[in-house]
């Protein structure tokens, strides 16, 4: 890790005269890139980047191995597979799979997989056990019930990474009331360690970092 709490492979650059997070790999979504192979990591654009630009304590170093819910068409799975180990990338909807394909065509520790992550079962063959980290962005119903199931995946000392989207609970209801409930949910199966509303980068989220009980 370095000194400003960052994941080691995770540095401040600046880009158009701009201080911005960057991991160095290829570029995936048009995002600038420095000469030495630095590609600003869009924070408005992916919530563990937003979790990291408001200094939470993650707990990643750098090297570690990762579980990804929800990898989209990868955009933030792929910084982190510029700084992590073994990362298994999870996401059940077949198109934006296959731009994840691409993504991971340039990158050997990365490894997609379509599936759904409300049965892990149907990967559990695949993913080690023991991971570091289980990063979770499922904008889904039954969030925390997605993370419990997870669990199995993550070592004892292990964090969970989660985003919670309030309007994929319930668009009705009031953000708080819906994170008042993920997080009571959670504690079934997780010691909650941090909490931060992500609003500057993504309206009604909230970022969890917690770790197994
Ligand atoms: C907000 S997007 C993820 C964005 C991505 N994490 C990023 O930052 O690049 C949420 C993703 O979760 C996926 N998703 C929703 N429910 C899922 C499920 N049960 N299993 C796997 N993926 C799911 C959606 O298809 C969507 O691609």
Not at 85 to 95: D, K, Q, S
Not at 172 to 199: C, H, K, N, Q
Request: proline share 5%; hydrophobic share 40%.
């Amino acid at each position: 890790m370095s000194d400003d709490g960052l994941p080691t492979g995770v540095e401040r650059r600046t880009f158009d005269g701009r201080e911005r997070l960057s991991t160095q790999g290829p570029t995936v979504y048009g995002e600038p890139a420095d000469a030495d192979g630095w590609r600003a990591w869009d924070a408005s654009r992916s919530k563990l980047g937003g979790m990291l630009e408001l200094g939470m304590d993650t707990g990643l170093v750098g090297g570690e191995t990762v579980l990804y819910l929800g990898a989209a068409a990868g955009t933030t799975v792929s910084h982190v597979s510029d700084f992590a180990g073994p990362t298994y990338a999870v996401e059940f909807a077949p198109r934006p799979v296959r731009d994840l394909v691409g993504v991971a065509e340039d990158r050997d520790n990365l490894f997609p997989l379509l599936k759904d992550a409300r049965d892990p079962e149907s990967y559990a063959h695949v993913v080690e056990s023991d991971v570091d980290c289980l990063v979770m962005d499922v904008a889904t119903r039954g969030q925390a019930t997605v993370a419990i199931r997870n669990r199995q995946f993550l070592a004892d000392d292990g964090r969970l990474l989660m985003a919670v989207k309030a309007r994929s609970e319930d668009v009705t209801a009031d953000p708080d009331d819906v994170f008042d409930e993920v997080l009571a949910d959670l504690e079934s199966a997780y010691e909650i360690l941090e909490t931060a509303r992500l609003d500057r980068f993504h309206a009604d989220h909230l970022g969890i970092v917690a770790r197994p009980k």
